[in-house]
């Protein structure tokens, strides 16, 4: 089935540094979508992206459509502290009207 | 605008018992979703309703899970027997559009079964 896949699993950084992640598929995509999770609390909906090549932001994030379809990358500028918790990527399975999630990638950020 | 609504938060059973969830969507909300949440994964939706129509069960364990939503507003899942590999995070979404991607997560209810 669709699967996606989320690297880094977890990222250790500073305050104030850039962080980048991605989420690929070996399927196509028509949507990607960026959900954070915050310990305790249900995912929030970050960013939608509906075409290829689409880049969107949203404050200090920026998220990208991969043109090959089968790629999404998320982009966090001059993280802080409230940036701690998980993301995941999303999309929405062929043929299916539901969502299929990636593992996530949790971040961690040293003051 | 009041958010999802989960309870309980948390939940300690042994196997082999029974566990109930209830949930109440954003006022307005036709479409109800149950996800299950494993430690370190991603939420895999468990069933999804329509107004009080089931639209897609597919992953729902049918053997032991069942879930309701008789007036199509609020929504109960329900777990008979639980097994161990039972122990997740259960969240409740909702969204206002059918079959939207902008879904509202409640907090979960996190069930531990020993």
């Known amino acids: 089935g669709q699967q996606l896949n989320q690297s880094p699993q977890s990222m250790f950084i500073q305050e104030g540094e850039d962080v980048s992640m991605n989420c690929t598929s070996s399927?196509?995509?028509?949507?990607w979508l960026w959900y954070k999770q915050d310990p305790g609390e249900g995912p929030v909906l970050l960013i939608a992206?509906?075409?290829?090549?689409e880049l969107t932001s949203n404050g200090r994030l920026t998220a990208q459509f991969g043109i090959t379809r089968k790629d999404s990358f998320l982009n966090i500028s001059a993280s802080i502290p409230s940036d701690v918790g998980i993301y995941f990527c999303?999309?929405?399975?062929?043929?299916?009207?539901?969502?299929?999630f990636g593992q996530g990638t949790r971040l961690t950020i040293n003051p | 605008e009041a958010g999802v609504a989960q309870s309980p938060r948390y939940k300690i059973i042994e196997k082999r018992q029974s566990v109930a969830f209830w949930c109440n969507p954003i006022?307005?909300?036709?479409?109800l979703y149950w996800y299950q949440q494993i430690l370190g994964q991603g939420p895999k939706l468990l069933i999804q309703f329509q107004n009080n129509g089931v639209v897609d069960d597919s992953q729902l364990p049918k053997d032991r899970f069942s879930a309701e939503r008789l007036k199509g507003v609020d929504s109960t899942l329900k777990i008979q027997p639980a097994k161990l590999e039972d122990s997740a995070v259960y969240l409740c979404?909702?969204?206002?559009?059918?079959?939207?991607?902008?879904?509202?997560f409640g907090p979960g209810t996190r069930l531990t079964v020993t």
């Open positions: 999303a999309g929405p399975i062929q043929g299916a009207q539901k969502l299929v």
């Open positions: 992206l509906y075409k290829a090549g």
């Open positions: 006022s307005g909300h036709a479409t």
């Open positions: 979404a909702s969204s206002a559009v059918p079959f939207s991607y902008e879904q509202y």
């Open positions: 399927s196509i995509f028509n949507t």
